[in-house]
């Protein structure tokens, strides 16, 4: 089964940046569709950027321009680099994969545990 294990998550005033990665143990990432996705309570979960193994991407309107997913599969990695922080893009934020083209759809096999994005204004 694969696991995958985010971190970069934390704390950041409005319109800061950080960068989130996901990396994955016992298992190549090469082939897998990813994703990133966030929650907040009381909230489904969204979907906010998505990457094939060729490096298309998909964005979620609410993050275009600001954040940008990437992949590296040398170092097994994926990343979001998210700037112009806003505190409405406050969320905990996982990362997905799958050999499924789900894209941003929240159907993807294996998730992490997630890791907390706080904005504060």
């Known amino acids: 089964q694969v696991q995958v294990v985010e971190s970069g998550g934390g704390l950041v005033q409005a319109g800061g940046s950080l960068r989130l990665s996901c990396t994955a143990s016992r298992y190549h990432l090469w082939g897998y569709y990813m994703a990133w996705f966030r929650q907040s309570p009381g909230k489904e979960r969204e979907g906010v950027a998505a990457?094939?193994?060729?490096?298309?991407?998909k964005y979620a309107e609410s993050v275009k321009g600001r954040f940008t997913i990437s992949r590296d599969n040398a170092k097994n990695t994926l990343y979001l680099q998210m700037n112009n922080l806003r505190p409405e893009d406050t969320a905990t934020y996982y990362c997905?994969?799958?050999?499924?083209?789900?894209?941003?759809?929240?159907?993807?096999?294996?998730w992490g545990q997630g890791t907390q994005v706080t904005v504060s204004s």
């Open positions: 997905a994969a799958d050999l499924v083209d789900w894209w941003l759809l929240p159907r993807y096999n294996y």
């Open positions: 990457i094939d193994s060729d490096g298309s991407t």
